[in-house]
């Protein structure tokens, strides 16, 4: 027999109310009868909702019992996750449910870190004032905005705040470089939106180092893209290889882990496209008709230029390539063999961190080999992402004070000078504003971030912190970051607000998710988008005119409008009701589901996302708007770039310096790495790779007991985090399995638990980025800038290890 | 030989007999509750041939260990009787 | 029958009539030793399970450790006396009682254990309610009542003399004897009563006390893990514990020797003869481990193996070969000459095989289940102050049960010692002569026909 | 009768334990905390063992997921003294907690450690449970149920609309939760259902088989092969 918990109470409610008036005493009855109301079952609803612990942007299906999150399961609806979930969405719970959250506005009282709780009226007009006065001063570029791991229209919210307030400084503090799309397809296919990797189709991944089934985009549309890979059912069994100097969940299930030097994934897709060349087993269709610099050219003022083919047969011998990266060149042959004759076949070069170095021409060479290959624009290789019809933004009337606020540099120097291609450069930023230069930062506007936890340069911003003398935080928690702010208001976790979110990594459709709060909010908190546009009307001036939304829900109520207009697409349906619409759309009929658009916006809210699984534009001509409308080996874009760069005077040597310098010639332009010279040990002889784990949510998770419990199943691992080694590096400094051991690099040294994990080169020792106790990597990595795109080098730091 | 005994010869019987009551009771009580088994297996059809197997031993067990004592008991307290 | 004015064994009446320092500060000793078991075990009911150093995948521990040992040593007791009196050992008159109170105490302590383990104490009486016979545990909870109510009054029997004599001669709690007796006067209607009840008690402790370790060891043999599922771990055990049980045996009779000056009683002889019975059951014990052992590691099956090696040279090698010294080689080394000093080489070798055959029950449960069919960590136990505190206060609780009886009966059975000077002498003379070829007229024995 | 049971494909099954955290938020089982689970004590129902290659030095090979596996001979319900655990009528071992006594004997005999004890009281009720699963107290083994109280719901729901328990309703919040659908749920008995047809794969393989336990989880092989 079933007998919930809730059923339980209501009988026994039931029975003590029976009892009462049996004694006739009509307050008790009464008494009873509240108890009865209350435990009374629950109204029960199911409210559509986006999981927002990472980057892929699942939707859910919150299970609310009067309004109270109880439950959490995939939107089966969703086409990113199809109902399915990974384990970190589970952790939302634990996350909404945190009794460490904060219950509402704090202000701080005395020295930094101390705090008392305030009114949101006053926390409101504090910052408003602040923002105010400093704008009236004409210093609103000193207004700095650190924002997160986010997507949609928050993030166009924050950036037409700083516009509008006129602060050129909204900045994305993220470990992912922030890039949209990846430079080198930029550089090498011209594209200016995000291309995707159609994974499901293709029938063998070589991918380089990307943590695919871990921490990749989203872990979820590709674990299903890998079942479909594995086990479709019309086809033979996909393979799939995966390079990487640690046999991770990922290389675990690949047919063929290939351990590498870490860095020298660029010289290893060389090495494979020579071996591609030689045997003439690339696409020689796809190369004649869609591709430039392969051979030999001479350019319009007749200059003779070396071609992709010639350069690769030249400079990288196996015989080379398999020194400098460790892969036996049997290894390397076989994979250039399975490569170039299976088809659709894919390569993947988007590892989460940097490379190494050389990192855009590491991309460069592994994006090349999907040339090769000829993997672009068709089933199986990459695509393009189509745009979303959403309703355009009114433009923005920008006045004098904001005008003037963005003629400054942005603080962080991305978009000028070495950074003339980067978007953000987090990893300058701490310095920058320790410096001011070219100005100091007057308030510093903290969203969905934590540099001082998580940031590779979190030392540098403590510092920079202690420089700032107003900083206000937006986060529901007091960590590290918000607790050093003078002035916290509390956003809702994500399942009590209005959020919308646009992943721009699907495969073959795109797709706009909304979410309406799925339970009521616990705390004195609000959604941060609310708050700015209250901030906004209170400011006045160009930003209230900018930003003239009563509430986040009704702006996005606005944009959305565009989607319902746009004539295609459709609300998700059940599969049944989709298939017949997609049947009817092949056949040239698209009809609206919908009468009207609050009957399309009340669709949308109760089924959680619009998608268009049709009309993505596949043509070749599509992918390749690069100046030679060919996949260019030859990156002539930025050659033009560079060309530009040094026209100009003063900020542009530093670019074509951070970029290698122009003695290099054509390998600028080429997708060339350069072999490294063999280093002695010294006194660091082992590398750090550090890694995010698949348990990992965005901002470490610290108040997720589950994901910290149990975050990885490859090594016993609970609670603390923990350095993996070589068996026998571990015997070396007479380590054993559970030991704590001190890693030491040249910043400083911190004390893990030791892990004996045979999965790796014995050279490389490895840290993952882990929320729960214990000492984080971060205190080791050595600050090394990637340096024309600003972001930290995660693996490129040398360490020792000593037995504690 | 007088008897040296304290007590009234009628309460010191019937703790004797109550002695022999309570062990009549403790190995009755084992025995119904072997039976009880039996019967809750029986109505679940949780293997009861399980439980009357071993019962078959095991009542005839305690019966004659209750028999023993009833023996000495008796026999012990009987023949003062007769004296 | 014995005349209640013999004074020649006042020694044995002295404990219960006088009462010495030396009792107060053991009782007060023991008590400390109890007092923290108590504690310890106040301290789990109210936390939960959780404050010993079970885990997952171990979890059985002390506990069932300490159970299967204490039901081991009750085997001491009854099983013992009982086997001596039919073979009709003389030696065994002054060994007899020590060895029944042994059972007693320690099966309470023993089932006790088993209390001690549950998670849920509070539900314990489900086993009643709810109880069900496919459950080996069942099986324990019949056959251990069967032999603690068979050893209760097979101890309760033959002291009803002593009793007797308790009423007749000692001042103090005349109405506990007086009832108790049950009347006694020693007629001889009542020596024959009582004669076949210790006779038919004798006959049927034996096989109650085999089945009670052979289901204690099912509860092991019956489930699947490795290292358990074994068909000989019935005799196993029941070796094990007869074993045990003479090793406790001897311990408590040299401590009561000892303590209340029965060196007139419990003489070098009985320790001989004893310490032969322990050499027998050592080797014996060995035979059993060695067949064991070696049926595992010729199988050769990896589940098997990981236990074998577990216990061999893995993290609970200490035990394994601790238990190989303490239960085989001290005790062989130690009795297998018994010329001098016969005392102090069997206390040793009892105390030895104590310790061992306590290292034996922890090495059969603890290693099979830190060591699971599928890859699971491997889980090492470590017992927490608790567990301690319990194994303590159980021990403590047995001393101070044995130590109480002793104050309240005589520890050696006075009238069988009586008898034995009495009847005995003559009876183990006619007895020995029916041994013997006839002198008087010596013949061959016919062959029987058909033979 | 229905005869419910489970296919895991190794195959498809990335280690990637969202079939773990979605059975803890399911089925209400609480994190032990970092001391707890040092010891030894984390619960988990459905947990992700990892088989390791001794030749390669304990490399990890495969990923293999854990859940009770609902064994038609279970050695568990054998040994149970107070009928705490036992195997209901349509294959499910049911565990009733009100009822155990917490004797482990159960745990000591399963052979793939799929029960868990409740070492403290590791949870009071509190909002953001399931109401449909009971907060176990301290003391009691616990175990995965195959998520029977939501058959209890499917079926509840079929009989208030007067009509037959459609398959496909009842699936438990591991095989929902599989984003590569490596966990497949469904009627055992029943010719047409997926489960029935995977069963019978020529990749099919069941745990510690030589045991005789049958177990109702059926896993197929990693690599080629059909099915």
């Known amino acids: 027999m079933r007998v919930t918990r809730r059923g339980f109470f209501q009988a026994a409610g039931g029975a003590a109310g029976a009892a009462a008036l049996i004694r006739g ?182 991918s380089f180092g990307a943590g695919l089934l871990e921490a990749w985009l989203g872990p979820v549309h590709v674990s299903q893209a890998f079942a479909r890979l594995r086990r479709s059912g019309e086809r033979p069994r996909g393979r799939f290889v995966q390079v990487d100097p640690r046999r991770s969940p990922t290389a675990v299930k690949a047919d063929r882990w290939v351990p590498i030097v870490p860095g020298t994934d660029g010289i290893l897709a060389l090495g494979i496209a020579n071996a591609l060349i030689r045997e003439e087993l690339y696409d020689k269709e796809f190369i004649e008709r869609h591709t430039f610099g392969f051979d030999d050219w001479v350019d319009q003022r007749g200059e003779h230029h070396e071609g992709f083919k010639n350069f690769v047969l030249k400079e990288y011998g196996l015989l080379a390539v398999s020194a400098a990266t460790g892969v036996p060149v049997r290894t390397i042959l076989e994979i250039a063999r399975d490569l170039g004759t299976t088809k659709p076949a894919l390569v993947i070069g988007e590892r989460g961190p940097a490379y190494g170095a050389d990192d855009l021409h590491t991309r460069m060479a592994i994006h090349s080999l999907n040339a090769l290959v000829g993997s672009i624009g068709g089933r199986g290789g990459l695509l393009i992402q189509g745009e979303l019809p959403l309703s355009p933004l009114p433009a923005i009337r920008q ?78 928690f007091l960590d590290e970051s918000s607790s050093q702010a003078d002035l916290i208001l509390p956003d809702h976790t994500y399942l009590e607000r209005w959020q919308d979110d646009q992943v721009t990594h699907l495969a073959g459709f795109t797709c706009f998710s909304l979410a309406r709060p799925a339970a009521t909010p616990l705390h004195q908190t609000r959604n941060t988008a609310d708050v700015v546009l209250q901030i906004a009307k209170a400011l006045g001036g160009s930003t209230g005119r900018s930003l003239v939304w009563e509430k986040f829900e009704d702006f996005l109520q606005e944009r959305v409008r565009g989607l319902y207009e746009a004539g295609r697409g459709y609300v998700v349906s059940a599969p049944a009701e989709e298939s017949l619409r997609r049947i009817l759309e092949r056949q040239g009929y698209w009809t609206s589901e919908f009468k009207s658009y609050d009957e399309f916006w009340a669709a949308l809210g109760t089924r959680g996302a619009w998608w268009d699984p049709t009309g993505l534009p596949v043509s070749l001509e599509a992918l390749h708007t690069t100046p030679s409308r060919k996949f260019e080996f030859y990156a002539s874009g930025l050659k033009r770039l560079v060309d530009e760069a040094v026209k100009r005077d003063g900020t542009g040597e530093a670019f074509v310096q951070a970029l290698g310098g122009r003695d290099r010639g054509d390998l600028l332009y080429l997708p060339a790495v350069a072999i490294p010279a063999v280093r002695e040990p010294g006194a660091f002889p082992l590398r750090l790779n550090t890694y995010r784990l698949m348990s990992r949510p965005t901002g470490g998770g610290r108040n997720q007991p589950w994901l910290l419990e149990q975050p990885a199943v490859h090594v016993r691992a609970t609670w603390e985090g923990w350095v993996e080694i070589h068996p026998k590096t571990a015997a070396e400094v007479g380590v054993k399995g559970g030991d704590w051991v001190w890693v030491e690099s040249a910043k400083g040294r911190i004390r893990l638990k030791a892990k004996l994990y045979a999965g790796t080169l014995p050279d490389v020792i490895h840290i993952p980025l882990f ?18 795109r600003g972001f930290g080098l995660l693996n490129t730091t040398r360490v020792r290890l000593l037995k504690a | 030989m007088s008897r040296v005994t304290g007590a009234p010869d009628r309460m010191v019987r019937a703790l004797q007999w109550a002695m022999a009551g309570l062990a009549v009771l403790f190995i009755g009580g084992i025995v119904v509750w072997i039976i009880h088994l039996i019967r809750t297996a029986w109505q679940l059809q949780d293997v009861p041939s399980a439980s009357i197997g071993i019962s078959l031993v095991a009542i005839p067990v305690f019966l004659t260990l209750l028999g023993v004592i009833l023996y000495v008991f008796v026999g012990l307290l009987g023949d003062r009787g007769g004296r | 029958m014995a005349d209640p004015a013999d004074t020649r064994d006042a020694a044995l009446l002295f404990p219960i009539e006088l009462t010495g320092r030396g009792f107060y500060v053991t009782v007060g000793l023991l008590s400390l030793l109890i007092l923290w078991g108590a504690i310890a075990y106040w301290t789990q009911f109210d936390e939960g399970l959780g404050v010993t150093g079970l885990h997952q995948p171990v979890s059985w521990g002390f506990y069932v450790t300490n159970f ?17 009196r039919l073979s009709k050992a003389e030696w065994r008159r002054p060994i007899t009682r020590m060895a029944e109170v042994i059972t007693v105490m320690v099966l309470f302590i023993g089932a006790g254990q088993i209390l001690i383990d549950l998670g849920r104490p509070d539900r314990m009486m489900n086993i009643i309610r709810y109880g069900r016979y496919q459950s080996p545990l069942l099986w324990d909870a019949t056959s251990i009542s069967a032999y603690l109510t068979a050893s209760i009054v097979y101890l309760y029997i033959p002291m009803i003399p002593d009793i007797a004599i308790l009423r007749d001669r000692v001042g103090k709690r005349k109405l506990l004897y007086t009832v108790l007796a049950l009347g006694w006067q020693g007629t001889e209607h009542q020596q024959k009563v009582l004669n076949r009840a210790i006779a038919i008690m004798a006959v049927l402790v034996i096989p109650i006390a085999v089945s009670v370790h052979s ?43 000892k303590a209340y000056g029965l060196h007139g009683y419990l003489k070098p002889i009985h320790f001989r003869y004893l310490g032969q019975l ?50 085989f080689v001290i005790p062989v080394l130690c009795l297998v000459r018994l010329g001098r000093r016969t005392i102090g080489k069997v206390l040793i070798a009892s105390l030895s095989v104590t310790v061992g055959m306590w290292l034996e029950r922890f090495i059969i449960v603890v290693p099979t289940l830190s060591n699971p069919r599928l890859p699971f960590g491997e889980g090492i136990y470590f017992p927490t102050w608790v567990e301690w505190g319990e194994l303590a206060g159980s021990f403590a609780l047995f001393a101070l049960f044995f130590v109480l009886f002793t104050k309240l009966f005589p520890v050696i059975s006075i009238w069988e010692i009586r008898e034995g000077r009495e009847v005995g002498l003559k009876e183990v003379e006619e007895r020995l002569l029916t041994y013997l070829p006839d002198t008087a007229e010596p013949r061959l024995a016919e062959p029987e026909r058909g033979w | 009768m229905a005869l419910w049971g489970m296919v895991i494909d190794l195959d498809r099954c990335t280690g990637c334990q969202a079939c773990v955290m979605a059975c803890k938020a399911e089925n209400n089982v609480p994190a032990v905390g970092a001391k707890e689970a040092r010891r030894g004590r984390i619960i988990s129902w459905m947990q992700v063992l990892t088989e390791e290659e001794e030749e390669h030095g304990g490399e990890v090979k495969r990923f293999l997921p854990r859940p009770c596996l609902q064994c038609d001979n279970p050695p568990c319900t054998k040994v149970c003294p107070v009928y705490a655990t036992y195997r209901n009528p349509e294959g499910i071992v049911a565990q009733i907690y009100a009822r155990c006594i917490g004797c482990r004997f159960c745990m000591a005999a399963c052979p793939y450690n799929a029960k868990y004890f409740n070492w403290y009281r590791y949870q009071k009720e509190a909002p953001g449970q399931n109401p449909d699963v009971s907060v176990r107290s301290k003391g009691v083994v616990e175990k995965c149920t195959f998520c029977h109280h939501r058959l209890q719901k499917a079926r509840e729901r079929a009989l208030a609309e007067r009509r037959e328990l459609a398959p496909g309703e009842y699936v438990t919040a591991c095989a929902e939760a599989c984003p590569a ?12 259902s997926e489960v029935f047809r995977l069963a019978r794969s020529p990749r099919a393989f069941r745990l510690q088989e030589e045991l005789g336990t049958r177990p109702k989880v059926i896993y197929l092989t990693e690599g080629e092969g059909r099915g």
């Open chain 1, 25 to 206: 005493t009509l307050a008790k009855a009464e008494q009873a009868g509240e108890d009865l109301r209350r435990w009374a079952t629950p109204e029960e609803v199911l409210v559509p909702s986006i999981c927002q612990q990472c980057p892929g942007g699942c939707g859910l299906m919150v299970r609310t019992l009067d309004g109270e999150a109880a439950g959490l399961s995939g939107n089966p609806l969703h086409p990113i996750n199809r109902g399915a979930l990974c384990p970190k969405a589970f952790g939302g719970l634990q996350l909404l449910y945190d009794p460490n959250r904060l219950k509402g506005p704090m202000a701080r009282a005395g020295e930094r870190g101390r705090f008392r709780p305030i009114g949101w009226d006053e926390a409101l007009s504090t910052l408003t004032a602040r923002l105010a006065d400093l704008r009236a001063k004409g210093l609103s570029h000193t207004v700095a905005i650190l924002g997160g791991q986010y997507r949609g229209y928050r993030d166009t919210l924050w950036k037409r705040f700083a516009e509008a307030y006129g602060t050129p400084n909204y900045i994305r503090v993220r470990c992912l470089p922030p890039e949209r799309p990846a430079l080198a397809h930029q550089l090498m296919q011209g594209v200016t939106t995000p291309l995707s990797y159609d994974l499901g189709e293709a029938q063998f991944i070589l």
């Open chain 1, 399 to 476: 006045d004098e004070a904001a005008k003037g606020g963005l003629l400054h540099p942005r603080i962080d120097g991305a978009g000028r000078g070495q950074y003339f291609l980067a978007s953000d450069a987090s990893q300058a930023l701490p310095d920058r504003i320790l410096g001011a230069t070219p100005y100091p930062i007057n308030a510093l506007l903290l969203f969905a971030t934590n540099p001082l936890a998580n940031h590779p340069a979190k030392e540098a911003f403590a510092k920079a912190f202690d420089r700032v003398p107003f900083i206000v935080s937006f986060s529901p």
């Open chain 1, 771 to 788: 929320g729960g106790q214990g000492a984080s990597p971060n205190d080791l990595i050595a600050n090394e800038t990637d340096p024309f």
């Open chain 3, 68 to 84: 299967v040992f204490f039901i081991g040593i009750s085997h001491a007791g009854t099983l013992i006396s009982a086997i001596l």
């Open chain 3, 215 to 257: 289901v204690v060891s099912f509860v092991f043999s019956m489930t699947l893990q490795p290292m358990w599922r074994s068909t000989i771990f019935g005799p196993y055990f029941v070796v094990g514990a007869i074993f045990s049980g003479i090793a406790a045996l001897i311990v408590a009779m040299l401590v009561f020797r």
């Open chain 3, 278 to 327: 322990l050499l027998v059951m050592s080797l014996l014990w060995f035979y059993f481990t060695f067949a064991e052992y070696l049926t595992a590691y010729y199988g050769n099956e990896p589940e098997e193996m990981h236990v074998f090696w577990a216990k061999f040279s893995g993290p609970f090698w200490p035990f394994f070969w601790g238990m190989v010294l303490t239960n």
């Open chain 4, 181 to 192: 659908r490596a966990i497949v749920f469904g009627d055992l008995s029943d010719p047409g």
